[in-house]
Nanobody, 115 residues
Framework: QVQLMESGGGVVQAGGSLRLSCTVP????????GAWYRQGPGKERELVAS???????DYADSVQGRFSISRDHGFKSLYLQMNNLKPEDTAVYSC?????????WGQGTQVTVSS
């Protein structure tokens, strides 16, 4: 099973920033979209942000204006810039990419925001 690899998680105080990165293995080609999800303690997994191959982006209302999703030109890396973090942003963040043949996930990286 091919997996993506996230990095950049950690512990940060409220109001701080973190930048998550997601490395996509070269075997995955024809990517049409990418996304970041999160699952907080006792919560269901939710879509945080998404980006298409054409660069169109979409955000959950809870992170609009604070988070920014981006990718490199070849869609071999996916990023999530998180600013003005809040304790309710504490979660395991996972990246996903979608191809015409399926979708691929990473194992996730923990983000903890202290008050």
């Amino acid at each position: 099973q091919v997996q993506l690899m996230e990095s950049g998680g950690g512990v940060v105080q409220a109001g701080g920033s973190l930048r998550l990165s997601c490395t996509v293995p070269g075997r995955i080609v024809g990517i049409i979209a990418g996304a970041w999800y999160r699952q907080g303690p006792g919560k269901e997994r939710e879509l945080v942000a998404s980006i298409t191959a054409g660069g169109g982006t979409d955000y959950a209302d809870s992170v609009q204006g604070r988070f920014s999703i981006s990718r490199d030109h070849g869609f071999k890396s996916l990023y999530l810039q998180m600013n003005n973090l809040k304790p309710e942003d504490t979660a395991v963040y996972s990246c996903k990419v979608v191809t015409r043949g399926g979708q691929y996930w990473g194992q996730g990286t923990q983000v903890t925001v202290s008050s």
